[in-house]
């Protein structure tokens, strides 16, 4: 039998011990340059990108966790902001969430809520245009012109546009017929009223049940005579 | 084969008796860390991020074993002059490169295997085990299987600073041939012909990448991961091999 002595005797390597610690000391400043970050130049201050903008270009197998870390990095910047009179400050944010969806295009939180973010940051061309990019990603996902739609909506008050959207989700595989009430609804507040009477119309045909009965109400207020 | 297994043994030793298992605490401390403070940093997709995190430490803490470890495997024998005692036994040296990868690809495999046991216990806390991380964690060995590998070769002709910082760049590298002839389309012919030739021979380590995907319901392709072992074997051994004849023809 072949023996062989572990060599160096009693004489241990101490770089692993050494290597957690700095590596615990690298978190700890990671995170006080973060607070330092902030308490200089202040929660309102814009979000800055640096070496992460690089991290789109080098894959490393590490995408998903930077996509986190820039999805962490724009709650705690929004987060910081709330409760404060100054109106919310979204600069920076939208590169962000460019970039951590680029990353990880599965990532759904960014795109469920940051487009949501940018609009009442006062940009909502911003967050639609971000919107836009994740339906370049996801072509067959209802919720993303959904989205649009409402912040076409309740931001931009484009109703048609709106109305554009939510027939464009109204279409597309997983959308609930109700989105087709979205459609109409905005038809009517755009004050496009034929429009409107013709996708009620089509509601109270293709239905049964409540968006029959809501269809029905809808059309009576429109001046049209729908029998009971 | 009686040496190799000596050799491998001896080497999980000095490798466990560097305090190496210690990472297992950093793991299990990132982990269990991370995910309580995900409850609190973020309100949608907790589980997402733990796992993220999770993997990428596991990935992280297995490359930084090998680039450091396997950098210094060959060297601190011959530093220590240890080399001499071993050679002068019925070991050749070809042996002796197996032996040391094979106990460096013992730790990397017991460190992945327990960091894999952690995970699925903050899994059953977070929402219930998924039991093909076992595929995630086999595609991460293999990984790491090759990259030990590159280290042993680096360690057989030059220094261990060298060798740890070619192999972290042969790490980003491999995971970017991709984008290495994306560019290499777009050079004169020459340098094309001299980048695709380069492309080849470079580990590519995108084969491994399963995680990110993994993480986002993606399920596993068994034949792919199958093809992905044949690979890193055969590029290991090939690594080793090489290592070895390096070795033989060095004098001291």
Known sequence: MVSVHPPGGTRRSR?????????????????????????????????????????????????????????????????GQLGRDEPLNVTGVKQALDLAIDLDPAFHAPVEYGAWIIADGHDPAGALDFLAHARRQHPDDWLLPYHQAFIEFLYRKRYDDAARLFSLAASMPGAPPRVMNMVAGMYTKGKLKDKAIETWWGIHQANRGPLRAIAARNLRVLGVAVPD | MRAVVAVAINTWREVVRDRVLLLLLVFAGVVVGSSGLMATLTFSEERKIVLDVALASMEGLGVLLALFVGGQLLVKEIDRRTLYVVLSKPVSRLSLVWGKFL?????????????????????VFTGGVRFSVLGVSCMLVLQLVLLAALSVLGSAFTSPLVTSA??????????????????????????????????????DLSVFEVKNAWVNGVPLAVDGMVVAGGYAMAYAAMCVCLAGWLLERREW
């Not at chain 1, 991290?55 to 930077?66: D, I, K, S």
């Not at chain 2, 972290?168 to 030739?197: C, D, F, Q």
Request: positive net charge.
């Open chain 2, 103 to 123: 106990g460096l690809v013992m730790v990397q495999s017991f460190l992945v295997a327990a960091m894999t046991g952690v995970l699925g216990g903050v899994m």
């Open chain 1, 15 to 79: 770089w692993v011990p050494e290597l957690a610690i700095v590596s615990a000391l690298m978190m700890l400043q990671a995170a006080l340059v973060g607070h330092v970050h902030v308490v200089v130049r202040g929660p309102h201050a814009p979000l800055s990108l640096g070496l992460e903008l690089a991290w789109r270009h080098v894959p490393t197998g590490f995408q998903n966790l930077l996509a986190d870390t820039l999805w962490l990095r724009v709650l705690q910047h929004v987060g």
């Open chain 2, 166 to 203: 070619l192999t972290a760049i042969l790490y980003v590298v491999g995971h970017n041939l991709e984008t290495l002839r994306m560019l290499a389309r777009k050079m004169v012919p020459v340098a094309r012909l001299s980048v695709e030739a380069l492309c080849r021979v470079l580990p």
